[in-house]
Structure formats: C-alpha cells, structure tokens
C-alpha cells in the first residue's frame, strides 16, 4: 500500500496537523497534536466493485504531552484530548504534572475550546501556536515544497 504523509491545516483549529493518505484505497487519518482534532476514513468491506467506507471525527478539545527527567516511564506520551474533560480528568492531569519526575520544560497540558487555546500548565514548544500557513513559510522558505514536512510536536 503506497501513502503520503505531510503536514495540512488542520480541520479544526487550522495549525499543523499530519495527513496519512493511502491514495490507492482512499483511507485517510488525520491527526492534529494542537487540539486534539481526529478523522479516519477507514474501508468497511469490498464487495465486487464497491467499497463502503466508515468516517469517525473527533472535534479536538486539547493536548497532554508528558516527559520524565530521567528514564522514560510508563505514562510519558502525548495524549489527544478528542472529548471535553470532567473535573476529576481535568485535576487527575494537573496532578500528573506535579509529579517530581517530570520535565515541566518539555511537558504541556493545553485545552482547545470555542476557537481558544489555553496552556494550563507546562511549555508548549515555540511553535505550537503557529497557523499552518505560517508553520508551512518557516520550513519551506522558498516555497517550492511539494509536500511540507511533518511538525514533530
């Protein structure tokens, strides 16, 4: 199976988020580690000539990232927040964070809402805030990019 992955604007919340595009069977997974924004396009069977796909969106609500100091632990990771969080959620991830074993510098906990993102604790890199197309001019500087590079945070 051949697929193109690059970087779009995101659906919802128009920062970098990355494409995966199986050309060849029409599936496609977004995943926009800003707000949390997620869509797949999977096939559900084949039969003859057609093919049904099923389609699953999940509006974005934010993003934990989580980094140890020292050696990598269990809950270290990014964890797309596809749905609104409760308040117990919500105190259970600040919690997380408090924990003496983590890298505050490289970890975040930010809540997209109504179009707003808020940092609740933690550093978000430099460009998490950045609007695709100024993301796109950065990395490709003369813009003759075909496909632009994947944003890693």
Same mark, same amino acid.
């Given at each position: 199976?051949?697929?193109?992955?690059?970087? !779009?604007? %995101?659906?919802? =919340? &128009?920062?970098?988020?990355?494409?995966?595009?199986? $050309?060849?069977? @029409?599936?496609?997974? !977004?995943? %926009?580690?800003? =707000? &949390?924004?997620?869509?797949?396009?999977?096939?559900? $069977?084949?039969? @003859?000539?057609?093919?049904?796909?099923?389609?699953?969106?999940?509006?974005?609500?934010?993003?934990?990232?989580?980094?140890?100091? @020292?050696?990598?632990?269990?809950?270290?990771?990014?964890?797309?927040?596809?749905?609104?969080?409760?308040?117990?959620?919500?105190?259970?991830?600040?919690?997380?964070?408090?924990?003496?074993?983590?890298?505050?510098?490289?970890?975040?906990?930010?809540?997209?809402?109504?179009?707003?993102?808020?940092?609740?604790?933690?550093?978000?890199?430099?460009?998490?805030?950045?609007?695709?197309?100024?993301?796109?001019?950065?990395?490709?500087?003369?813009?003759?990019?075909?496909?632009?590079?994947?944003?890693?945070?």
């Amino acid at each position: 199976m051949g697929s193109i992955c690059q970087s !779009i604007a %995101c659906p919802h =919340c &128009g920062c970098s988020a990355t494409e995966d595009d199986y $050309y060849k069977t @029409g599936e496609r997974f !977004i995943w %926009c580690f800003r =707000c &949390g924004y997620t869509y797949y396009k999977t096939i559900d $069977y084949t039969v @003859g000539d057609v093919t049904p796909y099923n389609e699953t969106e999940y509006k974005g609500h934010g993003m934990f990232y989580l980094v140890s100091k @020292g050696k990598k632990r269990e809950n270290d990771g990014r964890r797309i927040l596809n749905r609104p969080l409760t308040e117990q959620e919500m105190n259970d991830f600040k919690a997380e964070l408090q924990d003496e074993a983590v890298d505050l510098e490289k970890s975040y906990f930010v809540m997209y809402e109504n179009g707003t993102f808020t940092t609740i604790a933690g550093n978000p890199p430099d460009d998490f805030y950045l609007p695709f197309d100024v993301y796109k001019n950065r990395v490709g500087k003369d813009n003759m990019e075909v496909i632009v590079p994947i944003n890693p945070h």
